[in-house]
């Protein structure tokens, strides 16, 4: 992501009991202390690639070779899985205990032997042999196609955080890495560590972290990322230095996507986080800590103060106060309700939008500070009053709207009622287009990648769809 830290997010503390243990750092190999050695790999008598080092607990990519080639007259069959990665351990003045991680950028010519080398590159289609390819360790087990498909997708959407986090919406991530950090009730705030990063020849390079919260889901039967955070653009820098990358929540992106809190994680490290990798970029990391988003001080929780309304519509309102804490309840329901008979909430950010209201009617709303197994502030109140029924209603359940996420093209069906207007409106509130189809069943083009408001008004109301173009 452009900026390094990003919008903190706090689990849900009422909807689980924590172990005893459950917050301490869960990330294996943290500082990159121990290592492993992989096998090296002959043909016949020539060696392809020798052995390698990694970091023990992180996994890295693997180029599959089943090929028969023909070496001194005689035909030999290469199977193995070159590895893909050019990593060593730093030692010296490194930010803790005695050792950090370097990650570099390199081309095949790097990592296979320059003797197996001019017979193996005849083998090889020309765009492998001049490609410069990032070492890129997980946490979880990589597909080599798969990833570099993903890898490309969250480049392409790294301009904002919406971007990132919504092109993962709806993803199968089993599909592209596989296991991961098993959280075991442990609830993601931030990722920090140290880094310092060295550009290839063209000087021009920068170097990545991102790391995803992930969920099963039993009705989809998916792994699905339910936040993260990331930052791809760790640029020169000689000396060590702090970064810290705050997780976010896709529910905080995307509203109509459940709040869930994950149980497993996937931390993805590259040396070069752009579509064009410089060979010899080298990524140094140290200290790498899952910081728990719970409170480490638990004694204090201070009232909430301030609370402003605005948005007001027939179906809905938004609610905005002091930001005191990382974790809030809330409770609304008919005005002069009791607390406790209300609609609950569970939010993670200081403002949260109710939809589904009834026009024309007073409501009350009480929210508090969660600061804790409970410790809570008190109940702060307001009421407000819902505008009679206009052409803003809100609705999604006559029209159907896809794909989505979609590429270019989106179809817009209306079932029986014409559609009069579309109006397509950027993340921001721009108009960015208006169509008058008068028909069932269209479709348009978005005009560039993003998030975008769709409002679809056909003879008897007006829905409004969130719609993402990957």
Not at 50 to 71: C, G, H, M, Q, R
Not at 369 to 396: K, M, P
Request: aromatic share 8%; hydrophobic share 40%.
């Amino acid at each position: 992501m452009k900026k390094l830290v990003l919008p903190l997010i706090i689990g849900i503390l009422t909807l689980f009991t924590l172990p005893a243990n459950a917050q301490t750092n869960p990330i294996p190999n943290n500082s990159f202390e121990n290592w492993s050695t992989g096998q090296g790999y002959s043909v016949s008598i020539v060696p392809l690639f020798n052995a390698f080092n990694y970091p023990t607990s992180w996994d890295y990519l693997k180029y599959p070779v089943n090929e028969s080639i023909s070496l001194y007259g005689m035909p030999i069959t290469i199977n193995t899985d070159i590895p893909l990665l050019k990593a060593s351990a730093e030692t010296g003045t490194v930010p803790d205990g005695q050792k950090a991680l370097k990650i570099e950028s390199f081309m095949l010519s790097d990592i296979i032997t320059s003797t197996a080398y001019p017979l193996v590159s005849t083998y090889l289609d020309s765009s492998l042999t001049n490609m410069i390819f990032p070492t890129l360790l997980t946490t979880g087990e990589t597909d080599l196609n798969q990833v570099m498909l993903l890898l490309s997708t969250l480049i392409e959407n790294i301009s904002s955080d919406s971007l990132l986090l919504a092109a993962l919406v709806d993803l199968d991530i089993n599909e592209y890495i596989t296991g991961g950090i098993a959280l075991n009730g442990f609830v993601p705030g931030q990722l920090k560590g140290s880094y310092k990063y060295q550009s290839g020849s063209g000087g021009t390079d920068q170097g990545g972290i991102i790391y995803f919260g992930t969920k099963y889901n039993s009705t989809t039967h998916h792994r699905e990322v339910v936040g993260g955070g990331g930052v791809l653009n760790l640029t020169d820098i000689a000396a060590y230095q702090p970064f810290a990358i705050d997780y976010t929540p896709i529910h905080d992106i995307l509203p109509e996507q459940p709040l869930t809190t994950p149980d497993s994680l996937v931390v993805i490290l590259l040396s070069s986080a752009s579509l064009a990798a410089q060979q010899g970029s080298a990524l140094f990391l140290d200290n790498l800590v899952l910081a728990s988003a719970i409170p480490e001080d638990p004694d204090t929780c201070f009232d909430i103060q301030n609370i402003t309304i605005t948005d007001i519509t027939d179906h809905s309102v938004t609610l905005h106060w002091d930001d005191v804490s990382n974790l809030y309840e809330g409770e609304y329901g008919l005005a002069g309700f009791v607390i406790g008979t209300g609609t609950t909430l569970n939010l993670l950010t200081n403002t949260t939008t109710l939809t589904g209201l009834t026009p024309n009617t007073n409501y009350g709303f009480h929210i508090r500070a969660v600061c804790g197994d409970n410790l809570f502030s008190n109940w702060t109140s307001t009421t407000f009053h819902t505008s009679q029924v206009g052409i803003s209603s809100y609705r999604e359940d006559m029209v159907t709207v896809y794909p989505n996420p979609a590429r270019e093209e989106l179809h817009v069906r209306a079932g029986s009622e014409a559609i009069r207007e579309i109006r397509v409106y950027s993340i921001d509130g721009r108009l960015v287009e208006a169509i008058t189809p008068n028909a069932t069943d269209i479709s348009l083009q978005l005009p560039y990648r993003g998030i975008f408001i769709l409002q679809v008004e056909t003879e008897n109301a007006v829905e409004t769809h969130r719609i993402v173009r990957q």
